[in-house]
């Protein structure tokens, strides 16, 4: 297996990888969108609350702000000491008190733990009229996409299959496939068409080109193919913010690595065999 990265910064990362089945292509994405733990608030006490929203409205906006997560301050409530009451280990605590006129900012959330903060200060949580308050009581948990999906570390998860394209010998530079291609792939070269210099990636497999080739004239077969490689993928990831992008790569990698390990120790133990 190889992995090249295109791209890594805080938020998004772009990479390919090669030497893996659709399978695993596909259990790496699920893994990152629904088994990486974030933090997001899950009790709200509100103590006072005459805007136009109902309480229930209120909290679901605040369950959905995306909140930095270390996942090596946090456990999840079910696996810790308290044994589910809620204490500093396991549960994030934050305050709110705003009164209007104005617009409520996920920066007004006040966390106890600076580190566990709104990833971005300028949500809107709801505008507020003259003499409209809010004050209340927050308390944000771990927990993974697989429950819900405020708690995904993802807000953008996908792959496609790494594009392959061809240009047979009865290619004769018309030009028509350029103009239909939608992500500028191609260009004229040769007497023939070519695939522009590190735009291959780009290639949405969407076989337009293909199509403007036949519709040409050429035949029952065009003289443009497009392939896809199907052990190499290209996989974009944007995280919400409570993670870098890297973490939630390496974190999805542990949890299948986890439970593969889990697994081989089952069929040891059924079996009685030493499975390396
Ligand atoms: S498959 Fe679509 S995106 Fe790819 S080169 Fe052809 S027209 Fe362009
Ligand atoms: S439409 Fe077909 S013949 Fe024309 S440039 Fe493209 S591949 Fe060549
Ligand atoms: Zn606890």
Redesign the pocket.
């Known amino acids: 297996m190889e992995i090249a990265f295109s791209r890594l910064d805080e938020r998004v990362a772009k990479f390919t990888i090669s030497g893996v089945s659709t399978s695993f292509a596909n259990m790496l994405r699920r893994a990152m969108i629904s088994e990486v733990p974030t933090l997001a608030i899950e009790d709200v006490r509100i103590y006072d609350n005459s805007s136009v929203l109902f309480d229930e409205m209120l909290a679901h906006r605040l369950g959905l702000i995306p909140l930095r997560t270390d996942l090596d301050r946090y456990v999840r409530r079910s696996e810790c000491t308290c044994e589910g009451a809620g204490c500093p280990l396991c549960t994030a605590t934050y305050t709110l008190s705003v009164e209007g006129p104005g617009t409520v900012y996920s920066s007004d959330l006040i966390p106890q733990d600076p580190d566990a903060a709104p990833a971005e200060e300028k949500i809107p949580i709801i505008t507020l009229d003259k003499d409209q308050k809010v004050v209340l009581e927050a308390h944000a948990i771990l927990n993974t996409g697989k429950e819900h999906a405020k708690w995904q570390a993802t807000t953008a998860c996908g792959y496609k299959n790494y594009?392959s394209?061809t240009v047979t010998e009865k290619c004769d530079g018309c030009g028509m496939?350029i103009d239909?291609?939608?992500?500028?792939?191609?260009e004229p070269g040769d007497g023939k068409v070519r695939?522009i210099g590190g735009r291959l990636e780009?290639?949405?497999?969407?076989?337009?080109?293909?199509r403007?080739c036949l519709a040409g004239g050429i035949g029952t077969e065009p003289a443009?193919h497009?392939g896809a490689d199907e052990n190499r993928f290209i996989f974009v990831v944007e995280g919400d913010g409570s993670m870098p992008a890297r973490e939630i790569i390496e974190r999805a990698l542990q949890y299948i690595q986890k439970t593969s390990d889990d697994l081989v120790d089952v069929i040891n133990e059924i079996t009685g065999e030493g499975i390396e």
């Open positions: 594009p394209i496939c239909e291609c939608p992500r500028g792939v191609l695939v780009l290639c949405s497999l969407c076989r337009l080109c293909e403007a443009i497009v």
